[in-house]
């Protein structure tokens, strides 16, 4: 059974940073790209990074410049390295595979960006 569990949000200030975390259980690391997404309040959610089997990575026009996705396979771990913070980053944050896949959503993890 896969299990994806989200860590390290939390509230900041705008421009500040945050540094999230994806530990996934089961083989789902070793053959998936893997991604973040974001569902802010009231909002669909939305693909933010996504990280190949490499080194290869695509963000969305609003993260770009600003957020570093990277992944560690013998960790079984995905991350999200977020700089100058925005109050419209404020949402929950999710890793799933790239397409995602219905049954590997976690809870997620909250951030909350301050004007």
């Known amino acids: 059974q896969v299990r994806l569990v989200e860590s390290g949000g939390g509230m900041v200030q705008a421009g500040g940073s945050l540094r999230l975390s994806c530990a996934a259980s089961?083989?789902?690391?070793?053959?998936?790209?893997m991604a973040w997404y974001r569902q802010a309040p009231g909002k669909q959610r939305e693909f933010v990074a996504l990280?190949?089997?490499?080194?290869?990575?695509n963000y969305s026009r609003s993260v770009r410049g600003r957020f570093t996705i990277s992944r560690d396979n013998a960790k079984n771990t995905v991350y999200l390295q977020m700089n100058n913070l925005k109050p419209e980053d404020t949402a929950v944050y999710y890793c799933?595979?790239?397409?995602?896949?219905?049954?590997?959503w976690g809870q997620g993890t909250e951030v909350t960006v301050s004007s």
């Open positions: 990280v190949g089997t490499g080194s290869g990575t």
């Open positions: 799933n595979c790239w397409p995602s896949k219905a049954d590997y």
């Open positions: 089961g083989s789902i690391f070793s053959s998936n790209l």
